[in-house]
């Protein structure tokens, strides 16, 4: 190591907001937790749509 190595200053790191830090914990989270199982007894229910009455265009537009 050459003596300007060693006398150039070393970077500090930026200090990281709680809010950045759970942001990228829960980012993380969200793309290294696999799928989960469908629950049986939504299964033996049906598909969604036959489970979640549909909304009329007159409730969106209002």
Do not use: F, I
């Amino acid at each position: 190591m050459s003596a300007s190595e060693r006398e150039a200053p070393q970077p500090h790191p930026q200090p990281v907001s709680m809010r950045d830090l759970l942001a990228s914990c829960a980012a993380a989270s969200a793309v290294s937790t696999p799928p989960r199982e469908p629950d049986e007894k939504a299964e033996a229910a049906g598909p969604v749509e036959k489970r979640v009455p549909r909304r009329d265009a007159e409730q969106d537009a209002a």
